[in-house]
């Protein structure tokens, strides 16, 4: 026993893999997934959504209560049981001696961490900062960009509150405009939306704030065209990946944009008050950090956008185990699971009278998020009576335009779960 402590401490102060810290029983669950993987190589991402024997073993590797129907994992998800253990782990460590272990040793393994991230999202380790979450990446970037009075940002009326708290922030303190456009719900087609951003162009913006997918709705907005338009007219870009990191198969790179932000905890399933701010390489310069960084900080070193000071170590190690865990499941085949679990609801439920959506089903503009409604009755009501009846577990979105409730399945969701989801719209949809 000591000696596998010792061992631990070891490998985590040489820490070269977040495997390095797996326990038996971690590695087993973990090695079930991966074998079931390798299992359904042959098969493609599509037909994988579909392998039951496949997806049952990742359920298996959760902790999730059976006292709830949880679909509304948009707002935050749970870890895989090897996450939480991990995580576990590390705050025992650090607790031996927090200034020690905190600083001398698990706060080595960052780099690793930060290795692992950028080979995630395609990018260079040299562009990601570690940090808590999309609020904190996005507004570093907010209140950290040079812009002065009259300057014009554009977004539109469906993009997260807490970042247009922080524009707003800026229009009240240093003059800017905030321009906020509203979308087509759901659009025809994705041109509609580029559409709309190009007519709200003026000579005086400098800044496109886009979400890649709008969390009311899901909606998969078309990042890299309205990207390469801003481009064209000098505009700089933020995208809003709160929605789209792990839950679409994509890179950072291809989105095309200068700026970037996301929360771990929410489809990469890592520890909660987790995330990362990319900085395109040649814009970390000018970007100024939040909190301040050390006089002879190289300004191009993206590490200045981390002093916070200190921080949950454990929580910043255990990204590493979610995403080994999500690599085992692989990027595609979790995208096309998470499609699949949305269709598999919504293709029934859109057929019950009274049933509308405010997200289009294409593949390409939706895949786990799904906003419907019941005419006539309060999305309040409907998440009301869907929890009190059901334990069925949603949120409600109330917007000037639109209204309705947000489900959200995840990968370890039941297909029995949604089948006892739709026998509660319908009966709701009755009355
Ligand atoms: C689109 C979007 N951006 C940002 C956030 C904020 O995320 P966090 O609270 O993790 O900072 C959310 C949260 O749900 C979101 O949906």
């Given at each position: 026993?000591?000696?596998?402590?010792?061992?631990?401490?070891?490998?985590?102060?040489?820490?070269?893999?977040?495997?390095?810290?797996?326990?038996?029983?971690?590695?087993?669950?973990?090695?079930?997934?991966?074998?079931?993987?390798?299992?359904?190589?042959?098969?493609?991402?599509?037909d994988a959504a579909r392998d039951e024997d496949f997806w049952f073993t990742v359920q298996?590797?959760?902790?999730?209560?059976?006292?709830?129907?949880?679909?509304?994992?948009?707002?935050?998800?749970?870890?895989?049981?090897?996450?939480?253990?991990?995580?576990?782990?590390?705050?025992?460590?650090?607790?031996?001696?927090?200034?020690?272990?905190?600083?001398?040793?698990?706060?080595?393994?960052?780099?690793?961490?930060?290795?692992?991230?950028?080979?995630?999202?395609?990018?260079?380790?040299?562009?990601?900062?570690?940090?808590?979450?999309?609020?904190?990446?996005?507004?570093?970037?907010?209140?950290?960009?040079?812009?002065?009075?009259?300057?014009?940002?554009?977004?539109?009326?469906?993009?997260?509150?807490?970042?247009?708290?922080?524009?707003?922030?800026?229009?009240?303190?240093?003059?800017?405009?905030?321009?906020?456009?509203?979308?087509?719900?759901?659009?025809?087609?994705?041109?509609?939306?580029?559409?709309?951003?190009?007519?709200?162009?003026?000579?005086?913006?400098?800044?496109?704030?886009?979400?890649?997918?709008?969390?009311?709705?899901?909606?998969?907005?078309?990042?890299?065209?309205?990207?390469?338009?801003?481009?064209?007219?000098?505009?700089?870009?933020?995208?809003?990946?709160?929605?789209?990191?792990?839950?679409?198969?994509?890179?950072?790179?291809?989105?095309?944009?200068?700026?970037?932000?996301?929360?771990?905890?929410?489809?990469?399933?890592?520890?909660?008050?987790?995330?990362?701010?990319?900085?395109?390489?040649?814009?970390?310069?000018?970007?100024?950090?939040?909190?301040?960084?050390?006089?002879?900080?190289?300004?191009?070193?993206?590490?200045?956008?981390?002093?916070?000071?200190?921080?949950?170590f454990p929580i910043e190690l255990a990204i590493g185990n979610s995403i080994d865990f999500?690599?085992?499941?692989?990027?595609?085949?979790?995208?096309?699971?998470?499609?699949?679990?949305?269709?598999?609801?919504?293709?029934?439920?859109?057929?019950?009278?009274?049933?509308?959506?405010?997200?289009?089903?294409?593949?390409?503009?939706?895949?786990?998020?799904?906003?419907?409604?019941?005419?006539?009755?309060?999305?309040?009501?409907?998440?009301?009576?869907?929890?009190?009846?059901?334990?069925?577990?949603?949120?409600?979105?109330?917007?000037?335009?639109?209204?309705?409730?947000?489900?959200?399945?995840?990968?370890?969701?039941?297909?029995?779960?949604?089948?006892?989801?739709?026998?509660?719209?319908?009966?709701?949809?009755?009355?």
């Amino acid at each position: 026993m000591k000696n596998d402590r010792r061992n631990f401490i070891k490998q985590a102060g040489t820490l070269t893999g977040a495997a390095a810290t797996i326990s038996l029983l971690d590695m087993l669950s973990f090695e079930n997934v991966k074998a079931a993987s390798s299992r359904i190589q042959n098969l493609s991402p599509k037909d994988a959504a579909r392998d039951e024997d496949f997806w049952f073993t990742v359920q298996q590797a959760y902790t999730v209560s059976s006292e709830i129907i949880n679909l509304n994992n948009g707002g935050v998800s749970p870890q895989p049981l090897v996450t939480q253990n991990a995580l576990d782990r590390y705050v025992r460590i650090c607790n031996e001696g927090p200034a020690y272990y905190m600083w001398s040793v698990l706060g080595n393994g960052r780099e690793n961490v930060r290795n692992k991230l950028a080979e995630l999202a395609g990018v260079s380790a040299e562009e990601i900062a570690i940090n808590r979450n999309t609020s904190e990446a996005l507004e570093t970037v907010i209140f950290g960009l040079d812009l002065k009075a009259g300057d014009e940002i554009l977004t539109t009326n469906q993009d997260y509150p807490n970042m247009m708290n922080a524009w707003n922030q800026r229009v009240k303190r240093d003059g800017l405009k905030l321009t906020t456009i509203s979308i087509p719900v759901p659009p025809k087609d994705l041109s509609e939306i580029v559409d709309v951003y190009r007519k709200a162009i003026t000579p005086k913006t400098k800044i496109i704030h886009v979400s890649h997918v709008i969390f009311m709705t899901g909606q998969i907005m078309p990042v890299r065209e309205i990207a390469d338009m801003a481009h064209e007219k000098g505009i700089e870009v933020i995208c809003d990946g709160a929605h789209s990191f792990a839950h679409l198969d994509y890179k950072i790179s291809d989105l095309h944009c200068d700026y970037f932000g996301t929360s771990l905890h929410k489809w990469l399933c890592a520890p909660f008050g987790s995330g990362l701010l990319y900085v395109k390489k040649e814009k970390i310069e000018k970007l100024w950090p939040l909190l301040g960084a050390p006089k002879d900080f190289s300004t191009t070193d993206i590490r200045k956008f981390e002093h916070l000071g200190t921080r949950s170590f454990p929580i910043e190690l255990a990204i590493g185990n979610s995403i080994d865990f999500h690599n085992g499941i692989g990027s595609k085949r979790k995208e096309e699971r998470l499609r699949y679990l949305k269709n598999y609801w919504a293709e029934k439920v859109v057929r019950f009278p009274k049933v509308k959506f405010n997200t289009s089903l294409m593949d390409n503009q939706s895949c786990a998020i799904c906003n419907f409604t019941i005419e006539g009755m309060e999305p309040a009501k409907i998440h009301e009576e869907l929890f009190s009846k059901y334990k069925i577990y949603t949120t409600t979105i109330t917007h000037d335009e639109f209204k309705g409730v947000r489900i959200t399945p995840h990968v370890y969701t039941k297909i029995k779960d949604l089948d006892f989801f739709v026998s509660a719209v319908e009966k709701i949809a009755k009355g």
